[in-house]
Structure formats: structure tokens, C-alpha cells
């Protein structure tokens, strides 16, 4: 597998880094988008055709779906390459009709994106096979419905743990068990300060979850823009002795 990191900025884009989005290759099949928050359409054109991809979503609050009428635009209404084949879409139990309304055309309707992408609601303890690749999610403690997702290749067994958004819960230290790369939301930078509970993630967190569950490599994404990346990562690696790395948009890791 091959994880590239198209956006990874907190609760909205950054002057060079999109919102958040995460590109899962595998060979001889279509690509993973997990999550399309604004500004990451752009960047995934810069590597593949936005055609083929699969695309799932942890939540969807704003930062992490609303690049998504405008790939629809992009399969439908391409003069030369729009999509020639269906793909699968897995995520909320509301996806259709929140994602839908955005890409309407009058208001009260709901756009029906059947005719593009097969969807398919997340259910906790259900693992979805998606050509090489397992998703599994777990419940995440958020505002809304969200999930933190576990990805396994089929013939290697390698493993990549999604955190999405999500405060502290034991689901997470078990979606990320033994993972090879562990994706990990840390909008809560270093701890200093008086934050909302059950919502995010603090860098210290971030750590203690990848020592918990055992990963081979933390990489801490979900930082706003006017987060203490430094900080951050300090908070990290005082809990978790093992890789600490920053999601950087652009960064890609071979799993």
C-alpha cells in the first residue's frame, strides 16, 4: 500500500495544506479516498485521475466532505474523462441526504448520486471488502456520527488506523492495534488550553493511543492552521517512544 497525505490541515484549509484527505493505493486497483475536505480535489488531480477512486468518509462535518460536489461534478460533466464505471461509497447513515443537498440545484432537493457511486452506510462490528482492501470502522466520540477506520491489504496484511475526529475512547486504541502507520488527529496541539470535551485530540493523546495499541509509526495530522506543530509533536513523543512524524500535505508512505 502506499498512503499519500493530500491534506491534513484541522477544522479547516491551511494556506498550503487542504483540509483533510488520504489517498490509499494498492496496486492494479482503484484508489481509497478517505474523507475530501476542501481544497484536496485539487491536489488528488495532481496524482491520479479523481475518477478512480473509491471515496469514504469518517464524518462529515465541513473540513472533511465538501470537496465532494465538486468530484461529482467531475465524474458527471468532464468533456473527455468523466467516469466510466460506478464506484463505492461508504460513510454515515445521513450521507446521502447531507451530501446530497449540497449538490442540488434548487433547495428542499436532494441530489441523487446513485447513478456514480454505490453507497453504503458504515455499521460498527461490519468489515467492507473493497477490491484488495478491508475497512473496518469503529465509533468515534464526536459531536456527529464518525468513525475511526482501520484499512488492511488483503495479501500483505499491512495495516493503516485512521483516527478521523474523535476525543479520547478506548474504540480508538482498538481500531489502531498493531498498525503499521497510525493516522492520528491532534487539534488540541500541545493541551494548553480549556477545550470542548469529547470532540478531539490532544498531542499527548495522540501518543498515549499509539503506545497503547502497539503501531510501528505515528503520524499526527488534523493540526489547525494556527496550531504549535512543534509542541505537538514533543506531546507525542513524550508518551509513544516509537516514529513520530507530521502529516505534511504531500507526504506519501510506503506501508
Not at 475530501?36 to 479523481?50: A, M, N
Not at 474504540?171 to 488540541?188: P, S
Request: proline fraction near 7%.
Amino acid at each position: 500500500m502506499k498512503l499519500t497525505i493530500l491534506g491534513s490541515s484541522g477544522s479547516l484549509s491551511g494556506p498550503t495544506n487542504p483540509a483533510s484527505g488520504y489517498l490509499v493505493a494498492v496496486d492494479n486497483s482503484p484508489a481509497l479516498l478517505m474523507d475530501i475536505g476542501p481544497g484536496v480535489l485539487g491536489k488528488l488531480q495532481e496524482i491520479q485521475d479523481p475518477c478512480d477512486a473509491h471515496v469514504v468518509f469518517s464524518h462529515l462535518h465541513a473540513d472533511h466532505c465538501l470537496d465532494f460536489p465538486s468530484l461529482m461534478v467531475w465524474r458527471r460533466f468532464h468533456p473527455f474523462a468523466p467516469a466510466r464505471d460506478r464506484k463505492l461509497c461508504f460513510g454515515p447513515l445521513n450521507t446521502l441526504p447531507h451530501l446530497g443537498r449540497l449538490s442540488a440545484d434548487r433547495p428542499g432537493e436532494v441530489d441523487d448520486m446513485s447513478d456514480t457511486f454505490a453507497f453504503s452506510p458504515w455499521r460498527v462490528g461490519e468489515e467492507h471488502l473493497v477490491d484488495r482492501l478491508s475497512i473496518a470502522p469503529f465509533r468515534a466520540l464526536h459531536p456527529v456520527e464518525a468513525y475511526s477506520l482501520r484499512i488492511t491489504e488483503h495479501t500483505s496484511g499491512k495495516t493503516i488506523a485512521y483516527s478521523g475526529d474523535t476525543g479520547w475512547t478506548e474504540q480508538l486504541v482498538e481500531c489502531a492495534r498493531g498498525a503499521d502507520v497510525f493516522l492520528c488527529e491532534a487539534t488540541w496541539c500541545g493541551g494548553d488550553g480549556d477545550f470542548p470535551p469529547d470532540m478531539h485530540l490532544t498531542g499527548a493523546q495522540a501518543g498515549r493511543a499509539a503506545r497503547l495499541a502497539g503501531v510501528k509509526k505515528l503520524i499526527l495530522v488534523h493540526i489547525p492552521p494556527w496550531g504549535d506543530v512543534e509542541a505537538t509533536l514533543a506531546a507525542a513523543r513524550a508518551e509513544f517512544d516509537g516514529p513520530v512524524e507530521l502529516g505534511a500535505q504531500g507526504l506519501v508512505v510506503e506501508v
